[in-house]
């Protein structure tokens, strides 16, 4: 039990570590910050390790595949399922309230929900395993004014799943429920959000 919970605080630690590496490096580079992202988060895994047992690291599901389907609690106390959105596009986003780069994302995407909330559905799914609590998850929802759903990942047994290292991290699903576009490592923009919006099918 000690050891799975020694296992569980390093997990938590290297999120922490690759989120703000990918983040500096994010907003030191003006030019293709998306590729900065992207090479800063790969390069961190070779450097530091994932702490995985698996001698080659997760690169995260692919476009092509199906969405694995999932059911959520949310801050709400109601259950979501993915599969009730089949239909709709999706943007499955993975975030924690202590990550400098998910909060910056966050105005962004409410700023996206509010226009094309009824187009596309933005669920924003929170490492609540790594939070100090739900309370403090929820409180800053309540400061940001934030009305996307909120769903808690209590074990992170969703990120395992969709082998998210780094965050934020977002799936954009399309309405077929498959996967369309490669996963965004890093914040979005809004602008950048329109852009996968019109892509998804």
Not at 80 to 108: H, I, Q
Not at 182 to 197: L, Q, T
Request: hydrophobic residues 35%; negative net charge; contains cysteine.
């Amino acid at each position: 039990m000690d050891q799975l919970i020694k296992q569980i605080l390093a997990s938590v630690f290297l999120l922490a570590l690759l989120s703000l590496v990918a983040y500096n490096v994010w907003s030191e580079r003006e030019t293709s910050p998306e590729d900065s992202e992207l090479q800063t988060y790969e390069a961190s895994k070779e450097e530091k390790g994932t702490g995985m047992t698996s001698p080659d690291a997760p690169s995260g599901l692919k476009e092509g595949e199906k969405a694995p389907d999932f059911t959520l609690e949310t801050l709400k106390g109601e259950e979501v399922k993915l599969s009730d959105y089949k239909g709709k596009k999706v943007f499955l986003n993975f975030w924690a309230t202590w990550c400098p780069p998910c909060r910056d994302e966050m105005p962004e995407m409410e700023r996206f929900q509010q226009k094309y909330g009824e187009e596309v559905a933005v669920l924003a799914v929170n490492g609540t395993g790594s939070e100090t609590s739900i309370g403090e998850v929820q409180s800053y929802i309540d400061k940001g004014g934030y009305s996307f759903p909120i769903l808690l990942d209590k074990d992170l047994e969703l990120h395992q799943t969709y082998q998210t290292i780094s965050i934020p991290t977002t799936y954009f699903i399309g309405t077929n429920g498959v996967i369309q576009e490669p996963r965004k490592v890093g914040p979005m923009s809004y602008d950048f959000m329109i852009e996968m919006k019109n892509t998804l099918e």
